[in-house]
């Protein structure tokens, strides 16, 4: 914003999905790391990710969008007990 | 309710006229949870959905926090929208007060003043809105039922201006005005229609086709150009305030400024006072006439944003006033209203003496006895120039 005054009404952003555009990765202290042997593919991290950090193709499990996660666990979390195909590492490591 | 007119005049209650005022206008969507004693603000509106008068979504919710959210989002998604509440009411929407107006959604809210717990009371005094002085919320407060219903009216076109775009408190003292019924003039259905207008947000959440982003964060890079952005017009709404009073006077007659004054002109002395308080001064005043007193009377109709200019032009030339307030700023220096007018009053040449004065809290009366009182401190303090107390509570 060149002109500091200049700011839009009421902080109101002329679009959508603007969340898009910022980059939470770096808040990350645990990274997931999918274990593609053990995925059966069910998709509950997909519904479960609250930053749509999941990336899926033709239905299937493919990895994390790492620009967005913000390593919260919760995918890892609800992995069923039986397949757990999904593990939280120390960024650090 | 019906509502029964005399060539246009009813007898009604603060509150009746209020939540008629609100079915005349029609908001789209009315968020409330009730609270005493703006109670009947809300039953009777709801009476007024039921039997299909207005076309609005009334949603009731679970607290007032969850009604101003509501608000909130629908003044998002581009409706009109209106609520009504009270004391512990509005303590609860507070953390949402100032998010309607930092997102600049011009909210209607009616607040029927009622003291703040502990001890609990349900009578009236202004702690409650005066809490809420900061929020960027512009306020008008009244006098009358009359005046409350006018200011209602008016408050829609001031807060949907497009140079303003704010949200809007009116305020009635709770009991004194919202259940004493007064003979009011009404205006036709048509004529606030007339006079609000068609209300249409600059942006909505529901035009799909051009996607916003409301409520988004603001870190330092621009936060404070946001917050001066909302200053600004906070402070130009005062012009917008005196644009729409005229307009209300041409097409109906009755006048409103940025605050009353009675025999103020040729006063040496005068009380500073809000609200239904106004009145029984307003009594004491005519009073003190009789005997010879220059005495006068200051009532103002728009506290946010506070017109310190215009106040301390027609108060300047007095030897003494009173502010009294009906709400303590606990161990600020004196009262609210008190602290600003004393401040707006710094810069005149000769500056007068002013005084601080609590009353009425909780509902205590305040009587003709006690206004005469206070001018008679003020008749010392103008003769000698001396100010003996310069804060206490009084009605005690």
């Known amino acids: 914003m060149a002109d500091k005054k200049a700011v839009p009404l009421g902080g109101v952003i002329p679009e959508g999905g603007t969340a898009d555009g910022y980059s939470t990765g770096g808040w990350r202290k645990l990274r997931p790391v999918l274990n593609k042997e053990k995925c059966t593919n069910c998709l509950i991290c997909w519904v479960m990710c609250p930053d749509s950090a999941v990336i899926t193709e033709d239905g299937k499990m493919i990895g994390f969008d790492l620009e967005h996660c913000k390593g919260c666990g919760i995918c890892a979390m609800e992995c069923p007990d039986k397949v757990k195909a999904i593990k939280m590492e120390e960024e650090a490591d | 309710m019906a509502i029964t007119m005399t060539k246009g005049q009813a007898g009604l209650t603060g509150n009746s006229a209020i939540a008629y005022a609100m079915k005349q206008i029609n908001p789209d969507v009315c968020p409330a949870y009730p609270i005493t004693p703006s109670t009947a603000v809300i039953e009777e509106f709801a009476s007024y959905v039921a039997d299909g008068a207005v076309t609005t979504e009334l949603i009731t919710v679970e607290s007032e926090h969850s009604a101003m959210s509501a608000c909130i989002g629908a003044a998002a998604a581009g409706a009109r929208v209106m609520t009504a509440t009270s004391s512990q009411g509005l303590a609860l929407m507070w953390e949402m007060l100032y998010i309607a107006s930092g997102m600049r959604l ?88 007339g006079f609000v207008g068609e209300y249409n947000a600059k942006t909505t959440l529901l035009d799909i086709d051009h996607p916003v982003t409301m409520g988004a964060m603001s870190l330092p890079e621009n936060y404070i150009d946001f917050k001066f952005q909302q ?57 003190l006439r009789k005997k010879g007193l220059k005495a006068g009377l200051l009532r103002p109709r728009l506290f946010r944003p506070f017109p310190f200019k215009e106040l301390a032009e027609a108060l300047k030339d007095k030897k003494a006033i009173a502010v009294l307030d009906r709400a303590d700023s606990m161990n600020g220096f004196g009262g609210p209203v008190f602290n600003e007018l004393r401040s707006a009053l710094y810069d005149v040449p000769k500056r007068p003496k002013v005084v601080s004065r609590i009353y009425g809290l909780g509902g205590r009366d305040y009587k003709v006895k006690d206004a005469i009182a206070v001018f008679e401190e003020l008749k010392t303090i103008a003769e000698t120039g001396m100010v003996d107390t310069l804060q206490k509570y009084i009605t005690i």
């Not at chain 2, 209602?152 to 009635?172: F, G, H, K, S, Y």
Request: a negative charge; aromatic letters at 6%.
């Open chain 2, 106 to 193: 011009p909210i209607i809210l009616t607040d029927v003043n009622r003291a703040l717990s502990a001890p609990i009371n349900i009578h009236c005094d202004h702690s409650d809105s005066m809490g809420a002085r900061d929020s960027g919320w512009i306020q008008l407060y009244s006098e009358t039922v009359q005046e409350a219903y006018d200011n209602l009216i008016q408050a829609v076109r001031i807060a949907e201006d497009e140079t303003v775009q704010l949200p809007v408190m009116v305020c009635l003292d709770g009991f004194i005005t919202s259940h004493a019924i007064e003979n009011i003039t009404l205006l036709s259905d048509e004529e606030v229609q």
């Open chain 2, 231 to 287: 200053s600004e017009a906070i402070a130009r709404s005062k012009d917008t305030v005196l644009k729409v009073a005229e307009d209300f006077e041409k097409r109906f007659g009755r006048k409103y400024g940025l605050f009353e004054g009675y025999r103020l002109e040729d006063a040496e002395i005068a009380i500073v006072i809000l609200n239904s308080a106004a009145g029984t001064t307003k009594v004491a005043v005519d009073e």
